[in-house]
């Protein structure tokens, strides 16, 4: 089973999120950023597809979760997300 960070994954690509991960980035307050993903739904198991992607795939990322919810994050943020492809 291999993860795959929420940045990386290609458009239009079902995937589930697997977990948020750690990152220095964003220091002292990494733990405030991963609970406020939880926060707006990103949690283990949610399935989401990136539906857009900023200049040359780069970020912002556009993702859409579970069925209906559509989200903008940043590439630090969307690094944070790992995934798993849905059907690996």
């Given at each position: 089973?291999?993860m795959i960070s929420l940045s990386s994954l290609e ?50 990322y556009a993702v859409r979760l579970g069925n209906k ?20």
């Amino acid at each position: 089973m291999s993860m795959i960070s929420l940045s990386s994954l290609e458009k239009n690509v079902s995937a589930q999120i697997h977990e948020i991960i750690a990152s220095d980035i964003f220091g002292e307050i990494d733990h405030v950023v991963s609970r406020r993903l939880a926060d707006l739904g990103f949690s283990k198991g949610m399935p989401l597809k990136v539906i857009a992607k900023g200049s040359f795939g780069k970020g912002p990322y556009a993702v859409r979760l579970g069925n209906k919810s559509q989200f903008v994050l940043r590439g630090p943020e969307a690094d944070k997300i790992l995934c798993q492809i849905v059907g690996e």
